[in-house]
């Protein structure tokens, strides 16, 4: 599997849900941070507040990106009520923080750690450029 050409910009999305980064956070982190001049974090929330599934607010995610990876920008994304409109949205808020970039929204993501359980909820998996990284250690 090869992976494509990097960018200036690289985007990471995620909602983070953890006390501590994993390894597989961390993989594809320093992944990222190796391939790009820059990194775009969107951290996903949810319109409400806390809950089982989501404990954590973005600004205590949003700290642990500062300290351990000062030089990525985070931002929110807020969960949308169509998988249209949040794409928008992404695109959106990567074309608005770097205008001009090399990072064409969505279409220049490259890409991907699937859910743990090896599903693909955006069933997106078959774009062009998106590889699975699920076997890095």
């Known amino acids: 599997m090869s992976l494509p050409a990097p ?10 849900q ?3 980064f994993h390894v597989g ?5 320093d992944l990222v941070k190796a391939r790009h001049q820059r990194v775009l974090v969107l951290i996903g929330s949810p319109a ?3 809950g089982k599934a989501d404990p954590l607010d973005y600004h205590t995610r949003a700290l642990m990106f500062q300290t351990e990876y000062p030089s990525f920008l985070t931002v929110p ?11 928008e949205e992404v695109d959106r808020l990567i074309k608005s923080i770097f205008p001009g ?3 064409n929204g969505r279409e220049s993501f490259g890409y991907r750690v699937p859910r743990t359980d090896g599903s693909d909820p955006s069933g997106e ?9 699920r076997h890095l250690q």
């Open 25 to 29: 956070h961390r993989s594809l982190l």
């Open 125 to 133: 998996r078959e774009l062009q450029g998106w590889c699975d990284l």
């Open 77 to 87: 994304i807020t969960d949308a009520q169509s998988d249209s409109d949040w794409s």
């Open 18 to 20: 953890v006390q501590n």
């Open 7 to 16: 960018t200036d910009v690289g985007v990471v999305i995620g909602r983070f």
């Open 48 to 50: 409400w507040r806390g």
């Open 101 to 103: 970039s090399s990072s």
